[in-house]
């Protein structure tokens, strides 16, 4: 099996720490960077997750600080259902941890360069870092072989207001920037993971029991468990960023897929960060996004419980 590039770009909570666990710990997946962004939690704590995650995958792997608030928009994180650590605030020692040298948007541009052609960007929180990246350098959108963003909303409702989900909606004008960068993108709606990647309180103690990383990518779901029980009336905590990780690792994970026109709403208030998705092809405009309207659980699930329960690996850093 071939080894594949990613690097990913993370807003370092609970979910996304799941999806790292699972990048990290595939074999066929050399992880050259993480760079981190505001967005669940302010950066320094999105940091330290990321530190700590790649440190109890038995990693080496270079994790690097981007931008630490939205292009024009006060942060607004989602603490209130992550934890205020991110990470549910279940104790974890989340601090002390030293990242790497180097500014995440220009790791991006350094390594799209070098691996041009090869890599894939995984995003799993607002497109801050990379909008910057491509308006510093417009050929990154060339150099990324295939870009994956966990983001917006194929079909349905929002998870942070009716009409967008939460990392289009915190910083809408990078989402703009890179959905209109002529960018290879599949977006992974939100809407995916609500009805593919829920996991009830059974399922969830299945998966805690598979290993001691299984456990831990449950544990951390405490706050995420509650909010989507009270909040987004679900069964159980849903988990966005490893659905998208895992048709980033696998594609035909996807099981319904179609090149569409999308655009971000920037203006509107009421409707901020939506993605718009021209599913009837009534605006003429050329289709710009490879949208999943759905995947298969069975597919996520098996790509889930194989990271939780592989044999450890130490990477060296690229």
Not at 142 to 160: A, K, L, P, S
Not at 238 to 259: E, Y
């Amino acid at each position: 099996m071939s080894e594949r590039s990613f690097v990913i770009d993370t807003d370092t909570a609970s979910d996304d720490a799941v999806a790292l666990v699972m990048a990290l710990r595939h074999p066929a997946i050399r992880v050259e960077a993480i760079t981190v962004v505001a967005g669940n939690v302010p950066l320094e704590q999105g940091t330290q997750n990321a530190l700590y995650t790649v440190e109890r995958c038995g990693c080496r792997i270079p994790v690097h600080r981007g931008v630490a608030h939205p292009l024009l928009r006060p942060l607004q994180t989602a603490q209130f259902c992550h934890g205020e650590d991110g990470m549910g605030d279940i104790g974890l020692p989340l601090s002390g941890r030293r990242p790497a040298d180097g500014h995440a948007v220009d790791v991006l541009m350094d390594i799209s360069r070098r691996l041009a052609g090869r890599l894939t960007l995984v995003t799993l929180g607002p497109l801050t870092n990379l909008a910057v990246a491509l308006a510093r350098e417009p050929r990154v959108a060339q150099w990324i072989e295939r870009c994956v963003v966990m983001g917006g909303i194929g079909f349905g409702h929002g998870n942070i207001v009716p009409a967008a989900e939460y990392n289009l909606w915190v910083d809408p004008e990078a989402a703009k920037i890179v959905f209109e960068s002529g960018l290879r993108m599949t977006m992974v709606g939100w809407d995916v993971s609500h009805r593919r990647a829920t996991f009830t309180a059974d399922e969830a103690e299945s998966l805690g029991r598979l290993s001691e990383l299984g456990a831990f990518c449950v544990e951390i779901q405490k706050g995420l468990r509650e909010f989507g029980i009270r909040y987004l009336k679900q069964e159980g905590f849903d988990l966005p960023d490893p659905m998208a990780m895992a048709v980033a690792l696998d594609p035909s994970v996807a099981t319904d897929t179609k090149r569409l026109h999308v655009e971000i709403e920037t203006k509107s208030e009421l409707t901020r960060g939506q993605s718009v998705v021209d599913h009837l092809r009534s605006t003429g405009k050329e289709p710009n996004v490879d949208v999943v309207l759905d995947a298969s659980r069975e597919g996520f699930l098996r790509l889930l419980h194989a990271a939780v329960q592989a044999e450890g690996r130490t990477l060296d850093s690229p």
